[in-house]
């Protein structure tokens, strides 16, 4: 298994599978949900109002994964996950190590060859981008061989990619 850090818009990746962090109604928000809906369109909403109205009544837990339909991105699906909002009080990275452990998994259920991450948390969930990069490195490095053989985590914007560079080059 590679991965590849990689600057680019998420929803523009040419990949089986495209991670989406998600907020837990599934309804699109913000930031890289927001990006997966628009440029998805409706069929993507249309399985996550399905999804909410069977199994997530109450919304997707912090840390676990769902896949649906890509709609109109590059990709046959998207795996939604919740990130954690970051807490200088409550270490909460097994949670965020579970974001991609979990997407991981279902992607591999699906038969996915190739799979786009985002930096889960990283944005309006104000997780540290060095300590986010970490989290993420320690499980997609890691993982144990799956039908996933391409993993690309997407950053968004040159200097996040500098970051990421650096953190991996010192691990």
């Known amino acids: 298994m590679r991965v590849t850090l990689v600057q680019a818009d998420i ?3 040419r990949v089986d599978a495209v991670v989406n962090a998600a907020n837990s109604s599934l ?3 913000g930031g890289v949900d927001g990006a997966i809906h628009r440029r998805g369109g409706p069929a993507i909403l249309e399985e996550c109002r399905a999804l909410r109205a069977s199994r997530y009544g109450r919304g997707l837990p912090t840390g676990q994964a769902v896949a649906t339909t890509a709609g109109n991105l590059p990709a046959r699906w998207v795996v939604h996950t919740v990130g954690p909002v970051w807490s200088s009080r409550e270490d909460r990275s097994g949670l965020l190590r579970d974001c991609y452990s979990n997407s991981l998994r279902v992607a591999d259920d699906l038969g ?4 786009a991450f985002p930096l889960i948390s990283s944005g309006v969930y104000r997780w540290p981008i060095e300590d986010a990069v970490r989290q993420a490195l320690a499980v997609l490095g890691t993982a144990t061989p799956t039908t996933v053989t391409d993993i690309r985590l997407v950053l968004f914007g040159a200097d996040v990619l500098a970051t990421a560079e650096r953190v991996r080059d010192a691990a």
């Open 112 to 115: 996915a060859t190739s799979v």
């Open 11 to 13: 929803t523009t990746v």
């Open 27 to 29: 309804l699109g928000g």
